[in-house]
């Protein structure tokens, strides 16, 4: 794939190096010198230093053969920017934005822009980690759809089929014993395990109930 990655935030270096290893292409551009720098000197991508949102940059960085854009700088209004450029402008497939402010996520969304919060997903993770709720967020992507991860937490036992019927939520995944198996409308979740399932965070509360309320 080829792949550019806008902004040189620790995240974003880390990513653009485990996908050159990969051997996918990478290009990364971002404006700060000393940013790139934790790139490394045996990165292998391109880069391209300047202002993140400039057509000409994203034209030397790639931008027509892009399978992806990440917009990824530490910045919401420019990963909004650079989004609606690429998609707007450049046509590009897939665009995936951070939100460096979890409050502004409704702006993401309003704008029909996929992204993820790294800060919203701490959170989530610690809270989980925590036993303070049995919900863990592992991505929200566009139109109010996220991915989570919960531990069922009910006395009765109740089939995949069941869940989407009374939650909307489709699960994808569970974890038995220590066992990760995909799942079919009939399988059965019980006490303990642990699922992965896609909803609108609309539905998360009736999720909560159905899945962690005892009965």
Do not use: W
């Not at 010198?33 to 045996?42: D, Y």
């Amino acid at each position: 794939m080829y792949i550019i990655l806008v902004g040189c935030e620790v995240l974003s270096a880390k990513l653009a190096k485990e996908l050159a290893n990969l051997n996918h292409n990478v290009a990364v551009i971002e404006r700060d010198e000393k940013k790139l720098s934790i790139l490394g000197v045996g990165f292998d991508g391109l880069i391209v230093k300047g202002i993140e949102f400039d057509q000409d940059n994203l034209i030397e960085a790639g931008i027509h053969q892009a399978d992806v854009v990440l917009a990824l700088t530490d910045d919401d209004n420019l990963n909004i920017t650079v989004s609606l450029v690429s998609t707007n402008i450049f046509k590009v497939k897939r665009v995936i934005a951070q939100v460096v402010d979890p409050e502004r996520r409704n702006v993401y969304q309003m704008l029909d822009i996929e992204s993820f919060s790294t800060i919203q997903m701490g959170v989530n993770a610690l809270l989980s980690k925590m036993d303070i709720t049995k919900l863990e967020s592992l991505v929200q992507v566009s139109s109010g759809i996220e991915i989570t991860r919960i531990q069922v937490k009910r006395d009765l036992p109740i089939s995949v089929s069941q869940v989407y019927e009374q939650a909307n939520a489709i699960v994808s995944v569970f974890i038995h014993n220590g066992i990760t198996n995909l799942v079919n409308p009939e399988t059965i979740l019980n006490n303990g395990d642990l699922i992965v399932c896609s909803h609108h965070i609309r539905d998360r509360q009736a999720l909560m109930n159905l899945l962690v309320k005892e009965d």
